[in-house]
């Protein structure tokens, strides 16, 4: 439920982020729409795998977060060139590639972290 209201934050300060910016730092900088928007898909799945990994390194079964994290942190260097450089996305490619990569540890984090819980874990997710 806490995850769900922090994305909520993330949400109304997507849809307040101008004015935000114009208060804090006036009228010197202009943050483009795509820097917002990607940091907050950065914000939202990185406080998921924070929920996640909390109870996974909880229990001390760390093995599968050990090599999903290490294949995206491969992965994330190439994503953000093609994000970045070859589709033309620029900075907002660069944290849209990370928030990507760290999808991919959301999403075995998650199996993981709920199998862990229900004590279904077998195999590699109980490593």
């Known amino acids: 439920r806490q995850w769900g209201l922090i994305a909520g934050l993330v949400l109304v300060m997507m849809l307040l982020a101008d004015p935000v910016y114009d208060w804090w730092v006036g009228d010197r900088v202009r943050v483009p729409v795509g820097v917002s928007l990607s940091m907050a898909v950065y914000v939202i799945i990185s406080c998921w795998n924070s929920a996640v990994f909390t109870i996974v390194n909880g229990t001390g079964k760390i093995r599968l977060q050990l090599f999903v994290t290490a ?57």
């Open 71 to 127: 294949g995206a942190a491969l992965l994330n260097v190439p994503l953000a060139l093609l994000l970045a450089k070859h589709l033309r996305l620029g900075i907002p490619g660069v944290t849209l590639a990370t928030a990507l990569s760290l999808l991919l540890c959301a999403v075995v984090g998650g199996i993981q972290a709920k199998k862990l819980v229900n004590r279904t874990a077998a195999g590699i997710w109980s490593a």
